[in-house]
């Protein structure tokens, strides 16, 4: 029998019926546990309930809601009976989920909550096609909305599994039947692109599509029975995703949290993860935590800790070093790395072992002591956030893909960590780094990133041309992305190919790293560098309001009018002195990679707006919301 994931949710079911597959917490917010064996009959009667109400195989069904259990049990529900949801969350605009609802054809959808309902009843008008919603949220009664929801039929999810219940007591093998009828080909899901460059696709992905992942990644990370992954990305992204089938797929569990630093560390220490899927950003933001913590202690204190995380990054480096870590680009002698290595790894090995013990055990601690490593997604993982949790002892293993594949294409391998790479090629994946007329360069030299494999998407829903525009006859997918391969068949990415400036004196200039560089600053939250057709290059600078607002404090700046704040000659000194230190020739940047002048944007990016799911700027919208000020940035 082929393969998919229901018939996946089974296996491991009949296997560890009373292991934990979900935490979840109750109204008091502890977190309480649910078996395999009790997540599998939630999802079958949701599945049979689902078939009362006439959706089946085929259908699509849209899914607005941000993580919880039942989103889950949702999504197996539906693949169980031959369906694929259309996911989006609860902070996508009124038009997105307008316009994905309506182009994807769904005549069924989930919503979380009442809010969901209001926004996609005060959207029915052109939502012909969608005559049945289903509400997450307890304590719904679907009688206060009926005379708001003409034409259409509300439920209850609570409604929906009790009619499944009552199906399968006549029928108990019903829905087994269906999952037997599924095929690898079948259609999970069509998730809508976040939208970075404009209009959403949707991609089609199959069940082929992530078992390939759930195969693959145990053979690069040890997971399996009573590993925790605390789950705080949006759950209907891809990266997230994937993440909850490798879970279900190893019978590990999830836990389900929030990208927001007080309850996601409360949670490190209800909980006790093993594993994090996560953004750069979380990790960036955690840096940025501690590093504030430890601007608030004594000098001294200050002092110890800037000692021993210099001594730990060193140190790292010479164990990469040692190990044959280190990415390699052109072929240089081992024997000579190890003997420039070993001396002084030894002799910092004293300093690094009591750095542990009185600076980075607390990190640890406040992860819940039992944390393995964090795989880091959805964007490229900043050098010096990289760098600081390495010395800290805090694994991370950086990933690479598309929504497009489902999403891997690359990550790091948990025994063979390469920094600066997002890891060996996936297994069974291939990749190529082309030149602009798709002649395949050799390991060391930058080009386009292509890729092939089984996680590659079936297509865009209804956009035959667009998908023939990113797959060739042969299968390869244009990533869109700029990268090169080591000569360990590792993969670093540099870029995006389209979002390459080009100043006036023809010099290319890829935004990505200078961007990174300057958020390395405690004081700047993003950054976007522009220039396309220009004689420089400019920034609009989002300063980390807190670390701002805190410097003004000690230099006796007024606070109250954050606007005026932004002008203070004081503030425009050290921002300008921020940039000038990390973007220069001594830090590896050519002279017309400088930034020549910046303006610091007062308003706050949110996700949805300003910026993706995967908290990635979406440069049209700020290139268009900005306008005014981009314009006298070249004046």
């Known amino acids: 029998m082929e393969p ?62 941000d993580n919880r259990k039942e989103w889950l049990v949702a999504d197996l529900a539906l693949q169980c009976i031959g369906a694929a949801d259309v996911p989006r969350g609860c902070d996508s605009t009124a038009a997105e989920i307008q316009y994905i609802l309506g182009f994807a054809d769904c005549r069924t959808a989930f919503v979380e909550n009442r809010a969901q309902l209001e926004r996609v009843l005060d959207m029915r008008q052109s939502l012909s096609l969608l005559t049945s919603i289903i509400v997450l949220e307890k304590g719904f009664t679907a009688e206060e909305f009926e005379q708001k929801a003409p034409g259409m039929t509300l439920h209850t999810f609570e409604a929906i599994s009790d009619s499944g219940t009552a199906m399968l007591a006549r029928d ?66 891809s990266f997230e995703r994937i993440m909850q089938y490798v879970a279900l797929g190893t019978a590990s569990a999830l836990a389900y949290s929030k990208p927001i630093s007080k309850i996601m560390l409360q949670d490190f220490q209800a909980i006790r993860p093993t594993w994090l899927a996560s953004v750069p950003r979380i990790w960036d933001a955690l840096k940025a935590g501690i590093y504030r ?32 870590l280190l990415p390699r680009f ?27 013990l009185l600076v980075f055990k607390a990190i640890h601690e406040r992860l819940g002591g039992r944390f393995v490593a964090g795989i880091s997604g959805g964007g490229a993982l900043p050098e010096d956030v990289d760098s600081f949790f390495a010395a800290a002892g805090v694994l991370l293993l950086e990933g690479y893909g598309l929504t497009e594949t489902a999403p891997v294409l ?80 590792e993969l670093k990415i540099l870029g995006r190919a389209k979002d390459t400036i080009v100043l006036l004196g023809g010099e290319n200039v890829e935004p990505l790293p200078i961007e990174q560089k300057l958020c390395e600053s405690v004081f700047i939250s993003q950054a976007m560098v522009l220039g396309q057709d220009q004689k420089y290059l400019a920034a609009l600078i989002l300063p980390n309001r ?90």
Not at 17 to 34: C, E, M, R, V, Y
Not at 301 to 312: L, S, W
Not at 339 to 350: D, G, I, Q, R, S
């Open 4 to 65: 998919t994931i229901p018939l996946m949710l089974r296996r491991v079911k009949e296997q560890y019926p009373n292991l934990a597959a979900q935490h979840s917490k109750d109204d008091a917010g502890i977190f309480q546990p649910t078996s395999y064996g009790d997540l599998y009959r939630e999802v079958q009667n949701l599945a049979a309930g689902l078939m009362s109400i006439g959706v089946g195989r085929g259908d699509h069904v849209g899914l607005i809601s």
């Open 410 to 489: 690359g990550v790091r391998a948990q025994h063979h960590p390469v920094p600066g790479t997002v890891g060996p090629i996936f297994p069974g994946t291939e990749v190529k780094i082309v030149d602009d007329n798709g002649r395949a360069l050799p390991p060391g030299t930058k080009g386009l990133v292509l890729g092939r494999g089984p996680q590659v998407m079936l297509g865009y829903y209804k956009r035959p041309e667009d998908t023939a525009k990113i797959i060739s006859a042969d299968g390869w997918l244009n990533t869109g992305d700029l990268g090169m391969l080591t000569l360990n068949n």
């Open 172 to 237: 108990p093998m019903a829905i087994e039947r269906e999952i037997d009828a599924g095929t690898g080909d079948s259609l999970a899901t069509i998730i809508f692109t976040s939208g970075t460059t404009g209009e959403p696709k949707g991609v089609m992905l199959s069940h082929r599509n992530f078992l390939h992942q759930v195969k693959g990644v145990p053979e690069l990370i040890d997971i399996g029975p009573g590993d925790i992954w605390l789950c705080v990305l949006p759950v209907w992204h």
């Open 330 to 356: 052109k072929a240089r002698s081992r024997v000579l790395e190890v003997l420039m290595a070993v001396l002084p790894y030894l002799l910092l090995a004293p300093l690094r072992a009591l750095g542990n």
């Open 546 to 635: 807190e670390a701002l607002e805190q410097f003004a404090s000690t230099e006796s700046i007024p606070t109250t009018d954050y606007e005026a704040l932004l002008e203070h000659p004081r503030v425009i000194e050290l921002f300008n002195s921020e940039i000038s230190e990390r973007v220069n020739p001594k830090s590896g940047f050519k002279n017309f990679e400088r930034i020549f002048r910046f303006r610091l944007v007062g308003d706050t990016f949110e996700i949805g707006r300003e910026l993706s799911a995967k908290q990635e700027i979406k440069r049209h919208v700020l290139h268009d919301k900005y306008a005014k000020m981009i314009r006298e940035l070249f004046v």
């Open 293 to 324: 913590n430890v601007s608030n202690q004594s000098a001294v204190k200050r002092g110890i800790f800037a000692f021993f995380v210099a001594v730990a990054s060193t140190h790292a480096r010479l164990s990469y070093m040692m190990r044959g």
